[in-house]
């Protein structure tokens, strides 16, 4: 154990434990994932970011498509475009919107956001005009991605490995 000192505004006082020593005394908490392990996280990762470039690409192309409305009481009261952003009609206090993610996945968690905040009916076609427009002929449909065109994920994600990495971490308790 050590003490550490910092600038008035930063100061830690009392015991601390670095990661190396906190290896050492719990195994549990830290262990080496066997390679095969290592090496499957790597290509789910790999993967994913291939699916979520190609639905930012598919965005940036098509700026302009809704991805979908909220309507209340007949009204437009927010929409989403396929870019992820967002417009809403009126001030909503305390909406935070994402800031991760691009694409139709930002389109998809912003929508499910902006339905907490004004609860309504989503519709993803056949859009209404919005105040001031006669007609929503002007408003562009969304060009969202079908799903089978994107890169496939082949790697099992974190969830399916639950239980082997619960192994390996046995295993890691073990030899300690």
């Known amino acids: 154990m050590s003490r550490i000192e910092s600038s008035p505004?930063?100061?830690?006082?009392g015991p601390v434990t670095s990661i190396g020593q906190l290896v050492e005394q719990k195994k549990m908490?830290?262990?080496k994932l066997p390679e095969?392990?290592?090496a499957e996280l790597a290509l789910h990762d790999q993967q994913m970011e291939a699916r979520l470039e190609a639905n930012r690409a598919a965005a940036a192309a098509n700026p302009d498509k809704v991805f979908a409305q909220i309507v209340k009481d007949g009204q437009v009261v927010a929409m989403v475009?396929?870019?992820g952003t967002a417009f809403t009609q009126q001030n909503m206090p305390g909406l935070k919107l994402t800031e991760d993610f691009a694409g139709q996945s930002l389109a998809d968690r912003r929508l499910?956001?902006?339905m907490r905040a004004v609860?309504?009916?989503v519709i993803y076609d056949n859009f209404l005009p919005l105040p001031g427009q006669t007609s929503a002929s002007d408003i562009k449909s969304s060009s969202r991605v079908d799903q089978s065109l994107l890169p496939k994920v082949t790697a099992r994600g974190l969830g399916d490995m639950t239980e082997e990495i619960a192994a390996a971490r046995d295993a890691a308790m073990r030899r300690s």
């Open 9 to 13: 505004s930063f100061r830690v006082q």
């Open 29 to 31: 908490v830290a262990f």
């Open 36 to 38: 095969h392990l290592q």
């Open 81 to 83: 475009y396929d870019s």
């Open 112 to 114: 499910a956001e902006l």
């Open 119 to 121: 609860p309504g009916t």
